[in-house]
């Protein structure tokens, strides 16, 4: 089993619409959570950490559920510019130091 | 501006040829990482630093090779003994706490010729 997985999608849904994808982790220990943006051929980045309360940040929003071990992204309200593929990213704690995984990323594409 | 460069954004390689991507960086951060990712594939971690002249392998690390003698700095060579070098590659920091998340350079994209 992968330590973080993803659903690749493509998720392919109208412009105006909210949509939601979860990434599950396999490692209890892991400590700290992120969402990053990737564009086609472009580098990752940052979207939002992910805190164990949950946040939001204006259309997005990131809860955490440890019992379960998985994060999620919700987007309210979709943009055309929100096409793109959207990576989870553990960090995990180990002994002496942390390991961070990539998830393989969703891919989100919104139509007009 | 604070941020993380690497160069060249294209790069070719020859049979048989060793090369080196730079990635420099003046966020102060402690740590740096290398990834590679495929088409339509995840990253994955070729080599890592937490601090200068100590590196760590990552999970592909063989037919690569790297250096860390100053904190600013994380070359990447790809030697010749890496038979499938076609990848994007991109370069991240992030501070040694772990707990923060890393920035990335704009990523080098290498070909063989």
């Known amino acids: 089993r992968k330590e973080v997985e993803q659903d690749p999608g493509p998720f392919n849904v109208p412009e105006g619409a909210t949509v939601a994808f979860n990434c599950t982790y396999s490692?209890?220990?892991?400590?700290?959570f992120f969402w990053y943006r990737q564009d086609c051929r472009k580098e990752p980045k940052l979207l939002m950490s992910?805190?164990?309360s949950g946040n939001e940040d204006g259309r997005f929003t990131a809860q955490l559920n440890r019992a379960s071990q998985y994060i999620s992204l919700l987007i309210r309200d979709s943009k055309l510019s929100d096409s793109a593929t959207y990576l989870c990213?553990?960090?995990?704690?180990?002994?002496?130091?942390?390991?961070?995984?990539f998830g393989s990323g969703t891919r989100l594409s919104i139509r007009p | 501006d604070g941020g993380i460069t690497q160069s060249p954004k294209y790069l070719f390689r020859k049979e048989g040829q060793n090369v080196t991507l730079s990635c420099e960086q003046n966020?102060?951060?402690?740590?740096m990482y290398w990834y590679r990712q495929d088409p339509g594939q995840g990253l994955r971690l070729i080599y890592y630093?937490?601090?200068?002249?100590?590196?760590q392998k990552g999970d592909i690390a063989e037919g690569y090779s790297v250096s860390r003698e100053k904190k600013e700095s994380f070359p990447l060579t790809v030697t010749s003994a890496q038979k499938n070098p076609t990848a994007f590659y991109l370069c991240?920091?992030?501070?040694?706490?772990?707990?923060?998340?890393?920035?990335f350079g704009d990523g080098t994209r290498l070909s063989i010729l």
């Open positions: 990213v553990v960090n995990i704690l180990l002994s002496s130091a942390s390991k961070i995984i």
């Open positions: 630093s937490q601090i200068v002249n100590d590196f």
């Open positions: 992910v805190y164990s």
């Open positions: 991240a920091s992030s501070t040694s706490t772990g707990d923060q998340p890393q920035h």
């Open positions: 966020l102060n951060h402690d740590a």
């Open positions: 490692n209890s220990a892991s400590q700290s």
